[in-house]
């Protein structure tokens, strides 16, 4: 059957879309924004990288816009963040004057960087001020050892979590091997195919 072109359904007090995707981009494009709500970002930003990974091909932000029913200003600062996040790239294709916006294809790689940016800097902010508070209290005559101890071992699981994501950064050694083979034998092909049988 077609895949025809639709407006998606409100979706827990949220406005119909609009635009101008079919079904299936519909439901993919909000399930990762929804997934990425989840994580603390905002929806929309899983929703523009969504379209621009499953179209496969650049778009400009009046594309995008008219796709997912967004406001100019409101892309414009979607992109601004994808981009300073490194999941979306600006180019300008040959002879075109207009920027268009591609997706970070190598899904590994997205993941690391994001943790990098982002978990590794609040962690090691998190680490400082209770390593901060911890140095406070032991000046205060009036804590009591207990209450120090406790800030020692608050401290201490901050050091090790911080120390663990920067391992993980470095190798990259999270258990993810089935959940993104499928993106590394998409890229794996894609790669063949462009080289010719």
Same mark, same amino acid.
């Given at each position: 059957? !077609?895949?025809?072109?639709?407006? %998606?359904?409100?979706?827990?007090?949220?406005?119909?879309?609009?635009?101008?995707?079919?079904?299936?981009?519909?439901?993919?494009?909000?399930?990762?924004?929804?997934?990425?709500?989840?994580?603390?970002? !905002?929806?929309?930003?899983?929703?523009?990288?969504? &379209? /621009?990974?499953?179209?496969?091909?650049?778009?400009?932000?009046?594309?995008?816009?008219?796709?997912?029913?967004?406001?100019?200003?409101?892309?414009?600062? /979607? /992109?601004?963040?994808?981009? @300073?996040?490194?999941?979306?790239?600006?180019?300008?294709?040959?002879?075109?004057?207009?920027?268009?916006?591609?997706?970070?294809?190598?899904?590994?790689?997205?993941?690391?960087?994001?943790?990098? =940016?982002?978990?590794?800097?609040?962690? %090691? @902010?998190?680490?400082?001020? &209770?390593?901060?508070?911890?140095?406070?209290?032991?000046?205060? =005559?009036?804590?009591?050892?207990?209450? /120090?101890?406790?800030?020692?071992?608050?401290?201490?699981?901050?050091?090790?979590?911080?120390?663990?994501?920067?391992?993980?950064? !470095?190798?990259? @050694?999270?258990?993810?091997?089935?959940?993104?083979?499928?993106?590394?034998?998409?890229?794996?092909?894609?790669? @063949?195919?462009?080289?010719?049988?």
């Amino acid at each position: 059957m !077609k895949d025809v072109l639709w407006s %998606a359904p409100a979706r827990e007090g949220r406005p119909a879309a609009s635009g101008t995707l079919s079904r299936s981009e519909s439901l993919a494009v909000d399930a990762v924004g929804d997934v990425i709500e989840f994580w603390g970002f !905002k929806r929309n930003q899983g929703r523009v990288w969504a &379209l /621009l990974y499953l179209r496969g091909t650049p778009l400009t932000a009046s594309e995008i816009e008219h796709e997912l029913a967004l406001s100019k200003g409101g892309v414009s600062m /979607l /992109l601004r963040d994808l981009e @300073r996040w490194g999941v979306v790239q600006r180019l300008r294709l040959p002879g075109d004057t207009l920027w268009r916006y591609e997706a970070e294809t190598d899904l590994v790689r997205m993941v690391l960087r994001v943790i990098e =940016q982002r978990e590794a800097g609040f962690i %090691a @902010r998190i680490r400082s001020e &209770l390593s901060d508070a911890r140095r406070l209290a032991q000046l205060d =005559q009036d804590v009591p050892p207990e209450r /120090l101890a406790r800030l020692d071992k608050m401290t201490s699981l901050a050091e090790s979590t911080e120390r663990a994501v920067k391992l993980f950064i !470095k190798t990259a @050694r999270l258990d993810v091997g089935g959940m993104f083979g499928v993106f590394r034998q998409e890229s794996a092909a894609a790669r @063949r195919g462009a080289k010719g049988p």
